[in-house]
């Protein structure tokens, strides 16, 4: 890793394991100058961070520390002590993080270093789908409500349309700027109160909807902290290009029953109804569109210089699998995008998930498929005839570090 005058002193006092020294600097440094964050050294201790706050939370977790310490085959079964790892912050790291170093579960730093969190509101923007997949599939069904009630942390879900082009959903967002949408319990807000501070978090094609937002409505940049992208298809997806070729030239209106037909060649099942709102405004085409790669690759082109110099500091998180790892529905997929990258979450690859810019950092590669790393295990009903739909991935935690971090930082408090 290249290290430059700005972070010398920075990784000394880290290799001697002076993490509140460090922690210290790296605030002071983004302080004086938000394109601090664009040093390798320093995009490289936000990720290790990140990784040992999502460390110390999960291994809070009996229920993913019970996971993690289980051989993977092994894992749904009761196994004595004995036949354990004995470490959880050791089975956290080698289940739920792909390919991260020893050092990382070795190295134990301090709590996070931050007064309180307040001021600050996570409007939270969902992908493709949401809401389709089973009544309950959005981003952080459980998790965001718990967030709030135990720590007082405001979470508003921008209330996205789950099936329409990216520009479109600039409404949806600009509304939650408002306080208008969806609070963390997925029910409409009805006494709308305007966020101060925020950070934003954009799963699947939350993400795009936000960069376009963000090219559009400069008005806003300011109130903006930070921006987790969540297995974001900033770079697009080879997958929805084989779909939108399907569809191209087919009548995208219809019936209800009709839609669902049509968008199964995408989840490999038919579409819960329960969760259907807005129906008027479904624009399939316009939404498949806008996740093409050459649209996508496109996009980041023409507006990755501007988006660099936001100064708003961007956070990956991407996801990784393998076939057998994945729902069966959703097997194919994920046999086709091995062959652009093994590390694939069984919709984007690793470059389709990163945005191309300085001020961005990657923090984590979760073991975890896609629908993993953001929805809740699904209905019963389901799980039954379709494998690893339980979703075990600690999600609670990689919010917590999440948040932590940004305060850390000194991005919010």
């Given at each position: ?92 790291a080698e289940r739920f993080l792909k390919d ?291 979703h075990r991935w600690p999600r609670f935690a ?16």
């Amino acid at each position: 890793m290249q290290i430059t005058e700005l972070s010398r002193e920075l990784a000394s006092r880290e290799t001697a394991g002076d993490y509140l020294t460090v922690i210290a600097g790296v605030r002071e440094r983004l302080s004086a100058d938000p394109a601090a964050f664009k040093d390798p050294w320093i995009k490289g201790w936000v990720g290790r961070r990140w990784r040992d706050l999502f460390l110390q939370e999960a291994v809070k977790d009996p229920d993913a520390v019970e996971y993690a310490s289980k051989p993977p085959l092994l894992a749904p079964v009761p196994l004595p002590s004995f036949l354990k790892n004995s470490n959880p912050r050791r089975a956290i790291a080698e289940r739920f993080l792909k390919d991260a170093p020893a050092s990382e579960w070795q190295t134990e730093m301090p709590a996070a270093q931050y007064d309180s969190i307040d001021n600050t509101t996570l409007i939270l923007c969902g992908g493709l789908l949401t809401g389709l997949l089973h009544a309950d599939a959005h981003s952080f069904p459980v998790e965001a409500d718990k967030l709030y009630r135990e720590r007082g942390w405001r979470t508003l879900r921008a209330d996205v349309h789950p099936m329409r082009s990216c520009q479109a959903n600039e409404a949806d967002i600009e509304a939650a700027f408002r306080g208008e949408g969806l609070d963390a319990q997925m029910k409409p807000i009805v006494d709308p109160v305007p966020p101060d501070k925020v950070f934003m978090l954009g799963y699947s094609k939350g993400a795009p909807d936000i960069l376009s937002f963000l090219v559009h409505h400069p008005e806003y940049q300011k109130q903006i902290k930070g921006v987790f992208t969540w297995g974001g298809a900033m770079g697009g997806s080879y997958t929805a290009d084989g779909v939108y070729e399907q569809i191209k030239n087919l009548p995208t209106e219809g019936s209800f029953e009709y839609i669902s037909t049509l968008l199964a060649v995408i989840t490999g099942t038919m579409l819960s109804k329960a969760g259907l709102r807005r129906f008027d405004e479904y624009d399939i085409k316009g939404a498949m569109n806008d996740l093409r790669t050459e649209v996508r690759e496109r996009f980041n082109a023409e507006h990755a210089e501007y988006l660099d110099s936001l100064g708003i500091p961007f956070f990956a998180l991407t996801g990784a699998t393998t076939p057998l790892e994945v729902p069966s529905i959703q097997f194919m997929d994920a046999v086709r995008l091995s062959a652009f990258d093994a590390n694939n979450d069984m919709q984007l690859t690793q470059k389709q998930a990163i945005l191309p810019i300085g001020m961005n950092a990657h923090v984590a590669m979760a073991h975890a498929h896609h629908w993993d790393i953001a929805y809740a295990p699904f209905p019963v009903a389901m799980r039954v005839a379709i494998p690893n739909l339980e979703h075990r991935w600690p999600r609670f935690a990689a919010l917590v570090a999440s948040w932590e971090l940004l305060a850390e930082l000194g991005l919010i408090d």
